[in-house]
């Protein structure tokens, strides 16, 4: 099946009765853990997410319930063209609006926090990293000068706005479904049915509703968003009577700002880095959605020039070339080997030369144990193992400190490639896991390419 944003792979497969169920292939461990929890979760207290029928041994394959082939972007674009919405297309947009609240509030009753990927939940640095997303995927790439510190003295504020639902009950404690949007909803017999919720995590209500309805390509007019949002409210009511609407309210156009950054970034990553051309086609209309919402919020000064200065530059239509080629010239390529210190550490055949090497020894070693010895840092009771004293998520945290600052300093001068390793005594389980979660946590902060290496594993994979 066609994919869009995801690097999963998704197959439809048909038995000879006819019945048909969707595999999925995932790359990443941790987020198809999440993905697999949550859907048995919200599926056991009768939400509308696809059922699924069987997981792998090693999680890293599922089939879930054939939900069809129609998305709710496809149903509603005679109105996404024309900006006029249908009686059926604003009852499509209506259910679907209802149907949120319910995942947000009901979702969240006897959640495990634990299990979503890559955060638990919304938090400051998780809204630096998509602030970050804006400056270095989209941003950056641009021709346009800008000053960073002025552009930090808004994002300190933006922080501080979207922080602030997070520091109150009962708003801390509800389902944020991350990437709320129309092509993340399914109808079957004509109800709303969500997928590809696993980067949901606890937060406030107010970000999935900017997600939603300031979808760049949903084109939907200002009148309809309110109603939509007086749908969305009404149902969020039953559900939460305590609401404080006045607040909420207020609250919302800092989350459209947040998300509207936020969506900047990805579609500059997705359609400049990885060439994918529909994220590029949404841009116009995720600037419109950035200068209108900044209209509204005089907290963010040089947020409001850079908008404008942004419409007049992606206007001039010999510049979208110069960003494509810009961003090319600047793709920072990381590799990240494990290897055991009995051999040589591993030389950087790029010649540049430099990098770092973490000697992951200091931490507890499964390889004393003889359940462990046949296993490695990719299988799931190593990884308990390593993570239960939380002795190496410390560790993992210093380097990811030290490595984080070189990344983004490479990506400011323009630099090609960085080098980072991880020995341990065997190369087979410490080394392994902090070479996987460094690679993980870069890939999903920054607009690098990664070369991971197993080198004593026989494992040489790009992320």
Same mark, same amino acid.
């Given at each position: 099946?066609?994919?869009?944003?995801?690097?999963?792979?998704?197959?439809?497969?048909?038995?000879?009765?006819?019945?048909?169920?969707?595999?999925?292939?995932?790359?990443?461990?941790?987020?198809?853990?999440?993905?697999?929890?949550?859907?048995?979760?919200?599926?056991?207290?009768?939400?509308?997410?696809?059922?699924?029928?069987?997981?792998?041994?090693?999680?890293?394959?599922?089939?879930?319930?054939?939900?069809?082939?129609?998305?709710?972007?496809?149903?509603?674009? &005679?109105?996404?063209?024309? /900006?006029?919405?249908?009686?059926?297309?604003?009852?499509?947009?209506?259910?679907?609006?209802?149907?949120?609240?319910?995942?947000?509030?009901?979702?969240?009753?006897?959640?495990? !926090?634990?299990?979503?990927?890559?955060?638990?939940?919304?938090?400051?640095?998780? %809204?630096? !990293?998509?602030?970050?997303?804006?400056?270095?995927?989209?941003?950056?790439?641009?021709?346009?000068?800008?000053?960073?510190?002025?552009?930090?003295?808004?994002?300190?504020?933006?922080?501080?706005?979207?922080?602030?639902?997070?520091?109150?009950?009962?708003?801390?404690?509800?389902?944020?479904?991350?990437?709320?949007?129309?092509?993340?909803?399914?109808?079957?017999?004509?109800?709303?049915?969500?997928?590809?919720?696993?980067?949901?995590?606890?937060?406030?209500?107010?970000?999935?509703?900017?997600?939603?309805?300031?979808?760049?390509?949903?084109?939907?007019?200002?009148?309809?968003?309110?109603?939509?949002?007086?749908?969305?409210?009404?149902?969020?009511?039953?559900?939460?009577?305590?609401?404080?609407?006045?607040? !909420?309210?207020?609250?919302?156009?800092?989350?459209?700002?947040?998300?509207?950054?936020?969506?900047?970034?990805?579609?500059?990553?997705?359609?400049?880095?990885?060439?994918?051309?529909?994220?590029?086609?949404?841009?116009?209309?995720?600037?419109?959605?950035?200068?209108?919402?900044?209209?509204?919020?005089?907290?963010?000064?040089?947020?409001?020039?850079?908008?404008?200065?942004?419409?007049?530059?992606?206007?001039?239509?010999?510049?979208?070339?110069?960003?494509?080629?810009?961003?090319?010239?600047?793709?920072?390529?990381?590799?990240?080997?494990?290897?055991?210190?009995?051999?040589?550490?591993?030389?950087?055949?790029? /010649?540049?030369?430099?990098?770092?090497?973490?000697?992951?020894?200091?931490?507890?070693?499964?390889?004393?144990?003889?359940?462990?010895?046949?296993?490695?840092?990719?299988?799931?009771?190593?990884?308990?193992?390593?993570?239960?004293?939380?002795?190496?998520?410390?560790?993992?945290?210093?380097? #990811?400190?030290?490595?984080?600052?070189?990344?983004?300093?490479?990506?400011?001068?323009?630099?090609?490639?960085?080098?980072?390793?991880?020995?341990?005594?065997?190369?087979? &389980?410490?080394?392994?896991?902090?070479?996987?979660?460094?690679?993980?946590?870069?890939?999903?902060? #920054?607009?690098?390419?990664?070369?991971? %290496? &197993?080198?004593?594993?026989?494992?040489?994979?790009?992320?």
């Amino acid at each position: 099946m066609q994919q869009q944003g995801s690097n999963r792979l998704y197959t439809r497969i048909q038995d000879a009765s006819g019945r048909t169920v969707i595999r999925v292939e995932g790359t990443n461990r941790d987020e198809n853990r999440a993905f697999i929890y949550m859907a048995r979760h919200f599926h056991d207290l009768g939400l509308p997410v696809p059922e699924l029928y069987w997981v792998s041994e090693d999680e890293m394959t599922y089939t879930q319930e054939d939900l069809g082939d129609t998305l709710l972007f496809d149903a509603i674009r &005679h109105g996404r063209e024309t /900006g006029v919405f249908s009686d059926e297309e604003h009852t499509l947009l209506e259910r679907t609006m209802r149907a949120l609240a319910h995942v947000q509030i009901e979702g969240a009753k006897s959640f495990d !926090w634990s299990v979503c990927f890559p955060v638990p939940e919304m938090d400051e640095r998780s %809204i630096r !990293w998509d602030l970050n997303y804006f400056k270095y995927c989209f941003l950056k790439g641009t021709r346009l000068e800008f000053s960073e510190p002025r552009l930090e003295d808004d994002f300190d504020t933006l922080t501080a706005k979207i922080l602030s639902p997070l520091r109150g009950e009962p708003e801390r404690g509800w389902f944020l479904y991350r990437d709320f949007q129309s092509r993340n909803v399914m109808l079957k017999d004509g109800q709303p049915y969500f997928i590809d919720f696993q980067g949901g995590r606890k937060g406030p209500t107010q970000y999935d509703v900017a997600s939603f309805l300031w979808q760049a390509k949903a084109n939907i007019p200002a009148a309809l968003r309110e109603e939509l949002i007086d749908a969305y409210l009404d149902e969020l009511h039953k559900l939460q009577p305590s609401l404080a609407e006045q607040s !909420w309210r207020a609250a919302l156009p800092h989350f459209v700002l947040f998300r509207t950054l936020q969506v900047l970034g990805a579609y500059g990553y997705r359609g400049y880095f990885e060439r994918k051309p529909h994220f590029l086609e949404s841009i116009p209309n995720a600037l419109k959605n950035l200068r209108e919402v900044l209209n509204q919020l005089p907290e963010y000064p040089y947020l409001n020039e850079l908008a404008e200065s942004l419409s007049l530059s992606l206007s001039n239509p010999n510049l979208s070339p110069s960003l494509e080629g810009r961003a090319g010239e600047r793709l920072l390529t990381v590799t990240i080997y494990s290897f055991s210190f009995r051999r040589s550490i591993p030389a950087d055949t790029s /010649g540049n030369g430099g990098g770092y090497v973490f000697d992951c020894r200091s931490t507890h070693n499964p390889g004393k144990y003889e359940e462990y010895k046949t296993q490695t840092g990719l299988d799931q009771p190593v990884i308990d193992f390593l993570e239960k004293d939380g002795e190496i998520l410390t560790f993992l945290n210093s380097v #990811y400190a030290l490595v984080d600052h070189h990344v983004e300093r490479f990506l400011e001068r323009g630099f090609n490639h960085l080098q980072v390793s991880f020995g341990c005594t065997g190369g087979q &389980h410490r080394s392994v896991y902090c070479a996987e979660h460094l690679a993980v946590h870069l890939k999903d902060k #920054y607009p690098v390419r990664i070369h991971l %290496i &197993h080198r004593e594993q026989g494992i040489d994979r790009n992320l």
